[in-house]
């Protein structure tokens, strides 16, 4: 099948590379000249796992090609997928006009048939919104259909999730369109669900935000563990054993991140004050994040009282392990939090993007963790790094000032670090003092 895919970023940029490898032609439609320079020339503009070879297959069998030219773009394919942002506006609704610009742009391409699929995570009535955008700029209903398709991609895990993931869904309103995106879809084996727009759409937020709630209230009981003596890991390993419940995102630590959870929830707090709905479960999600994840920086006001001109070591910037993004990380909160209380903050991540740098100009930058160390009083472990959980805590003892480490992603084995005679603070495995 022929496809256009609009934007280029994350999610677009992963659409386009397997849709490729799976037979078909793609065209990535991108606006950052930048952008695409890079990717024609096989350079991945994103860290993930298995897309530079992707990318590069692609490129070499001529099934991709990455371009500024909509009109091409969307003259040329059957199928048109949106994957462009939809960030959060600052009261937490979804900002849906690179859609609408899209769809501004295309409306005078199409003069015959093609299924447009919103990919990007948008408001329940977004199918209906760019149906009646579509009309009313003239474009005429037979010459298109709408159908949402939400993705359901772990970032690091992104081309796994897509080839193998648990289920596709697809919203739509027409036999025409369901028929053409069920063809697109076959090869992949994967269980599909056919259903009304507005249920598609609501699918996304409801994954997000019940895997969001998952992880918030582990982090209660986590922190409660730590006051009762009771250990988090059996805890949610018994609770996974229960096949109702299901080991996953049983994980404590310092709250999620990324680009997905913080505004997915919200997006659907706000969704459901549109139509008189009060989410009460998903609002206690968000403020137990908001809560857990500057934990830390409560746990070293109770330990040092003041901590102004303390030296502090932040291990980990990105949201997670293996990737680069930042975006929405436990991490800048608490930069930011202890930059308000004064402290001298050093900071070490493998793998960040240099966005942090723009964020933070005034915090001290390492390429090696142990050189972070030197002369801090306290380390802040706030990503799942491997290299975090193989620390050397000698070396550690060494480079540090009467350490006190605040291990927020429970990487350390508790058994090291008791053994070194380090004060040591967990999500729900011990607070050795
Ligand atoms: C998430 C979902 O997992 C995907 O299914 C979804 O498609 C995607 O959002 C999206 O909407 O696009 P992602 O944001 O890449 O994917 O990250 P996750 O691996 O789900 O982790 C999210 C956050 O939760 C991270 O900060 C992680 O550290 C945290 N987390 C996860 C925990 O604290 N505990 C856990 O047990 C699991």
């Given at each position: 099948m022929n496809i256009c895919v609009i934007g280029g970023g994350y999610v677009g940029l992963i659409t386009s590379v397997v849709f490729s490898k799976m037979g078909n032609k793609v065209i990535c439609v991108e606006k950052n000249i930048e952008k695409i320079k890079k990717l024609n020339k096989g350079i991945p503009t994103i860290f993930e796992e298995g897309l530079n070879e992707l990318l590069n297959k692609s490129l070499n069998s001529k099934s991709i090609l990455f371009t500024d030219n909509l009109k091409e773009g969307v003259n040329k394919s059957d199928v048109i997928f949106i994957a462009v942002g939809t960030p959060s506006t600052k009261d937490g609704n979804v900002d849906m006009?690179?859609?609408?610009?899209?769809?501004?742009?295309?409306?005078?391409?199409?003069n015959e048939y093609k299924v447009i699929v919103n990919k990007s995570t948008v408001p329940v009535g977004s199918q209906k919104y760019v149906k009646k955008l579509l009309i009313e700029n003239g474009v005429n209903p037979k010459n298109f259909d709408v159908v949402s398709n939400p993705e359901f991609l772990r970032e690091g895990k992104a081309i796994?999730?897509?080839?193998?993931?648990?289920?596709?869904?697809?919203?739509?309103?027409?036999?025409?369109?369901?028929?053409?995106?069920?063809?697109?879809?076959?090869?992949f084996k994967i269980v599909t669900i056919f259903t009304t727009p507005e249920t598609a759409e609501l699918i996304k937020y409801a994954s997000n935000a019940f895997l969001s709630t998952k992880i918030s209230f582990i982090n209660e009981i986590a922190n409660l563990c730590n006051k009762v003596g009771a250990d988090i890991d059996t805890i949610s390993y018994a609770l996974g054993l229960d096949k109702r419940i299901s080991p996953q995102f049983l994980k404590p630590g310092i709250g999620f991140g990324g680009s997905c959870f913080p505004k997915d929830t919200i997006g659907l707090v706000k969704i459901g004050e549109r139509y008189g709905s009060d989410f009460k479960i998903v609002k206690s999600a968000i403020k137990v994040n908001e809560y857990q994840r500057i934990l830390p920086v409560k746990v070293l006001l109770d330990e040092y009282k003041d901590i102004k001109g303390k030296i502090i070591s932040i291990l980990g910037l990105t949201f997670k392990s293996e990737t680069d993004d930042i975006r929405e990380s436990p991490s800048l909160y608490i930069i930011e939090e202890l930059l308000k209380k004064g402290a001298v903050i050093k900071a070490y991540d493998p793998m960040a993007s240099n966005e942090i740098k723009k964020l933070f100009p005034d915090i001290q930058y390492f390429d090696n963790l142990y050189d972070t160390l030197l002369d801090s009083s306290s380390m802040i472990i706030c990503t799942d790094w491997k290299e975090f959980s193989n620390i050397d805590l000698e070396v550690v003892k060494k480079k540090m000032k009467n350490p006190f480490i605040i291990d927020g992603r429970n990487v350390l084995d508790i058994k090291k670090v008791e053994k070194n005679n380090i004060n040591y603070y967990s999500i729900g495995k011990g607070y050795i003092k």
């Open positions: 006009s690179q859609i609408t610009n899209v769809i501004n742009e295309i409306s005078s391409f199409i796994y999730d897509f080839l193998h993931g648990d289920r596709i869904v697809i919203g739509h309103d027409s036999e025409k369109a369901k028929d053409i995106i069920k063809k697109l879809y076959e090869p």
